[in-house]
């Protein structure tokens, strides 16, 4: 059974930092993706970041671009999400989720353009962990 755990959730100050974990399991694929999303109270939900665990190739929403940092401990199967410099704005559940075709990096790859982040290509999510940065 396919099981992704988030943790590393909390309140921090604007400015402050955080790291979140995704520890996945349940599957011997070398191979796929981890995506971070997130869902703001009365907003729908959003892709944040993804990663190709096999060769740690990125991507992330503009938002967060120079702030967030994805990587992965293949060994452990865990995959993290550093966040720095937060600010309110960055306050929601955030879920990880898997894409075993890595379907986001194909869209790059064929030149796709906008949002490659998309829930819908990713199979099995966690489920979340709260988020808070205040003022």
């Known amino acids: 059974e396919v099981q992704l755990v988030e943790s590393g959730g909390g309140l921090v100050q604007a400015g402050g930092s955080l790291r979140l974990s995704c520890a996945a399991s349940g599957f011997t694929f070398k191979d796929y993706a981890i995506g971070w999303f997130r869902q703001a109270p009365g907003k729908e939900r959003e892709g944040v970041s993804s990663i190709s665990v096999s060769n740690g190739r990125t991507m992330y929403v503009d938002s967060v671009k120079g702030r967030f940092t994805a990587s992965c401990d293949n060994g452990k199967n865990i995959v993290y999400l550093q966040m720095n410099n937060l600010s309110p704005e960055d306050t929601a559940v955030y879920y990880c989720?898997?894409?075993?075709?890595?379907?986001?990096?194909?869209?790059?790859?064929?030149?796709?353009?906008?949002?490659?982040?998309?829930?819908?290509?990713?199979?099995?999510w966690g489920q979340g962990t709260q988020v808070t940065v205040s003022s």
């Open positions: 989720a898997v894409d075993f075709d890595l379907r986001s990096f194909t869209a790059q790859d064929l030149g796709a353009l906008g949002d490659l982040i998309r829930e819908q290509w990713y199979d099995y």
